[in-house]
């Protein structure tokens, strides 16, 4: 069993910038690769972001985030993030984070084993 829990949304301005931070609980969150997912009203929940976990190496990023997202963890704290940099108007959605047991994350959600309530991150234009 694992529970995420997210935190640091919120709203922002075009060109500004969050950073989510997701906290798992149990004794297993290093067997679990990590990611973010996000969902906009009336949209599908679309992949973000993936980190592996052995020893948060190996990355994957949707191509609408890349250069601007970045996902990492500490598996001390049990803890995974996702630094947003110039954020735009179209980021604006609920984050979610997920976990999936195993080396990788797949970018799908329908392969996610775990998920979080979600944070919402809005942005102003």
């Known amino acids: 069993q694992v529970q995420l829990v997210e935190s640091g949304g919120g709203l922002v301005q075009a060109g500004g910038s969050l950073r989510l931070s997701c906290a798992a609980s149990g004794r297993t969150f290093s067997s679990y690769a990590m990611g973010w997912f996000r969902q906009a009203p009336g949209k599908e929940r679309a992949f973000v972001a993936g980190i592996s976990w052995s020893g948060g190496s190996t990355t994957d990023y949707a191509d609408s985030v890349k250069g601007r997202f970045t996902i990492s963890r500490d598996n001390a704290k049990n803890t995974v993030y996702l630094q947003m940099n110039s954020l735009k108007p179209e980021d604006t959605a609920v984050y979610y984070c997920?976990?999936?047991?195993?080396?990788?994350?797949?970018?799908?959600?329908?392969?996610?084993?775990?998920w979080g309530k979600g944070t919402l991150v809005t942005v102003s234009s």
């Open positions: 997920a976990a999936e047991y195993g080396g990788n994350l797949r970018p799908y959600a329908e392969a996610m084993d775990y």
